[in-house]
């Protein structure tokens, strides 16, 4: 890895990765152009259960956010970085398949209201994100308690039947995993008041809660901000070490990356800051072992997300925990179709 930079000089390539396959054995990956100059994902991605596809890395292969692998995720980013059109790709990759999206969006849900008719439970602000938070958890408890009622710990049972999971029980049984995207975290950190404090210690709290408990549970957190240090109170460091998956797009201050890798990677925090600003989409993505590669997300327009997401209304689960916090819409109007629409096409 510390010579790849070199290699890259020395065979005249636009870049050269290194991988360790195994004990002994490198793997160097060297591209002779640009891969993320022009995003261009493949038709089959290859995408599975709480396995999404949401970019495409320096090296020509598409990244996935693996659910299953890192169960929860930062995703740090400046305005005009790219980091709402990653989180858009994501909730509409998520869409198409049998999970729960719920969301917290404190900018009176612009992000997120759009695709609303995908999402299970939606808040807009940070008095509605306390309350949802609180059901999430008991929620979280519920399926705890499902969970120890079908572990099956007879001994005629194999071990590998024996569960502490939802995804080893039954198909009839299993509860529909959860996503929770957190669109802007400062906003819930923040207060000027001793009841906005209350309030926000009771927000972090819940938070640490289902990043600590909620993987065996099936609820999985994906928390996007624009800084997330220890300046937002206590409870937000404790609450990033258990975010395994780090994204970062470009930053404003050397800070700000440091807060997504430096306890993971000086090598990333330098790629971070490195990032231009005529390159949205471009981010370091990586994970608590240390390995880190650059992506970037394709441009998915809001127009084309909502179309996605309206497609995929049908699969929108219902949670008793959370009716409450379901968003309520109008029907969907069919718009007639014009003369152009539906004159013939010339060679």
Not at 86 to 98: M, P
Not at 191 to 216: H, M, P, Y
Not at 228 to 244: C, D, P, V, W
Not at 269 to 297: K, N
Request: charged share 25%; glycine share 6%.
């Amino acid at each position: 890895s510390a010579a790849s930079d070199r290699l890259r000089h020395s065979f005249v390539m636009q870049n050269v990765t290194a991988r360790e396959i195994r004990s002994g054995v490198v793997e160097l990956r060297m591209t002779g152009y640009d891969v993320l100059k022009r995003v261009q994902m493949p038709a089959l991605t290859g995408a599975g259960v709480m396995r999404v596809p949401v970019a495409m890395r320096e090296d020509g292969e598409v990244f996935y956010r693996d659910y299953r692998q890192s169960p929860h995720a930062l995703n740090v980013g400046a305005t005009q970085s790219g980091k709402s059109v990653y989180q858009r790709n994501l909730v509409a990759g998520l869409a198409t398949q049998d999970v729960a999206l719920v969301g917290i969006d404190c900018k009176q849900g612009v992000e997120l209201a759009p695709l609303a008719r995908r999402f299970t439970a939606l808040a807009d602000n940070p008095d509605t994100a306390a309350e949802l938070l609180d059901a999430l958890v008991e929620h979280m408890a519920d399926v705890y308690q499902l969970i120890r009622r079908e572990q099956r710990l007879s001994a005629d049972v194999p071990d590998a039947e024996i569960t502490a999971d939802i995804w080893d029980l039954p198909d009839h049984l299993r509860p529909t995993p959860i996503v929770l995207v957190v669109d802007e975290v400062a906003e819930l950190a923040l207060f000027a008041s001793k009841d906005e404090e209350k309030r926000r210690d009771r927000i972090i709290t819940a938070l640490v809660r289902l990043a600590q408990l909620g993987r065996a549970a099936g609820i999985y957190l994906e928390i996007c901000g624009q800084r997330f240090g220890s300046e937002l109170g206590k409870g937000i460091t404790m609450l990033r070490a258990q975010l395994t998956g780090r994204t970062a797009h470009r930053v404003n201050d050397e800070t700000s990356a440091n807060m997504a890798f430096g306890d993971v990677s000086p090598d990333a925090v330098l790629a971070t800051i490195q990032i231009r600003t005529d390159r949205p989409g471009t981010a370091v993505a990586g994970d608590s072992s240390g390995g880190w590669v650059r992506i970037r997300t394709p441009h998915l327009t809001l127009r084309r997300a909502v179309n996605i997401a309206n497609a995929q209304a049908h699969r929108t689960p219902e949670i008793p925990a959370l009716d409450a916090f379901r968003p309520v819409l109008p029907s969907l109007v069919k718009v007639p179709a014009t003369a152009a629409d539906t004159a013939p096409a010339l060679a």
